[in-house]
């Protein structure tokens, strides 16, 4: 049986940290940011990798790909039913992220749907025929915020996520996925840490085209990179999603905003009631409070916020977590 981690101490949350918001950072790079020796970040990350404590995973960023319809759900359902349903929209494949909300009978899904008729039998075939969803509501994401795509869980000074990302929010060229990026991608999200020999193999490429070809995507943000780990072994313990409505006009500046934030880890536009997506990671209630009065409530363009509470975080960044397989 797979050993589940209950805890982390000082330095195997600030190597992952580091493995947060670089998920292809070589251990002498972590070294180097962290100012320990290389010897004693191998020695901590990867048993952490080995017993599946962290995993090494990608996404595609759905506006290159246009062929994927990136949509959220918010699925209110009976609550004695609400762990299986989680459960089983966990297993799709084109789920995202799957949590568990407020009082334990509404889910929140972002689902990477594969064209329209898929999302036609989702939402017009599926979940009408299943009994226990009383209703729900979708949304289109508009825009995904990829400044988030650094955040380290607020562990990391300004200087070491400076020293990971020296250009804080590079325009990246016009570019788009090739038909052959498909392998690539697909074997990152297997596992993002692959070294470019074993990309090489599962590719057909040569180590130097692996190399270059992960670059473009990565810079493009034609792939976000990501490592995933149980927020709480971090010192998380208050996680929220939070549906915020800012003027049209300022919608732009709001999302950059917020999305630079530390308790930030995610951002989107999306469509519907609401204009913004975020997902907010605290280390308590009180954490939070602050976060939602000091930090939201000095934003000048809000005009409203509803805030619900994650009880469970069943599957993210695309990976169902261990301790809600058997739920």
């Not at 960023?61 to 359902?77: D, G, S, W």
């Not at 997902?279 to 939201?296: E, H, I």
């Amino acid at each position: 049986m797979q050993k589940v981690r209950h805890d982390l101490d000082a330095t195997d949350r600030r190597i992952t940290a580091v493995l947060l918001a670089s998920p292809r950072a070589s251990w002498r790079s972590v070294a180097e940011v962290l100012g320990v020796s290389e010897r004693t970040v191998v020695r901590r990350a990867a048993p952490l990798f080995h017993d599946r404590t962290l995993r090494a995973t990608a996404v595609r960023n759905p506006a290159l790909f246009p062929h994927l319809l990136p949509t959220v759900l918010r699925i209110r359902c009976r609550p004695n039913r609400i762990a299986t349903i989680a459960a089983g929209l966990a297993r799709r494949p084109d789920t995202i992220w799957v949590d568990i909300l407020g009082g334990g009978d509404e889910i929140c899904v972002v689902l990477f749907l594969n064209g329209p008729d898929a999302r036609h039998k989702l939402l017009l075939r599926d979940l009408p025929a299943t009994a226990a969803v009383r209703s729900w509501t979708s949304y289109d994401l508009l825009k995904v915020f990829p400044v988030g795509f650094a955040w380290s869980a607020g562990l990391l000074t300004r200087e070491e996520s400076r020293h990971l990302w020296p250009s804080a929010d590079p325009a990246p060229e016009p570019f788009s996925p090739l038909p052959e990026d498909e392998a690539l991608i697909d074997a990152l999200v297997e596992d993002s840490r692959m070294t470019y020999g074993e990309l090489a193999h599962r590719t057909g490429r040569t180590p130097r085209a692996v190399r270059r070809r992960l670059d473009a995507l990565v810079e493009a943000h034609g792939v976000r990179l990501a490592t995933e780990v149980d927020l709480a072994l971090l010192g998380v313990h208050a996680e929220a999603l939070l549906w915020i409505t800012a003027d049209p006009g300022a919608l732009e500046e709001t999302g950059q905003i917020l999305s630079r934030h530390p308790q930030v880890r995610f951002t989107a536009a999306t469509t519907g009631s609401s204009s913004l997506l975020v997902a907010v990671a605290a280390t308590d209630l009180s954490a939070l409070y602050v976060f939602l009065t000091g930090t939201v409530g000095a934003l000048p363009h809000i005009s409203g916020m509803e805030v619900a509470p994650i009880l469970s975080g069943v599957k993210r960044t695309g990976l169902v977590r261990p301790a809600s397989i058997s739920v």
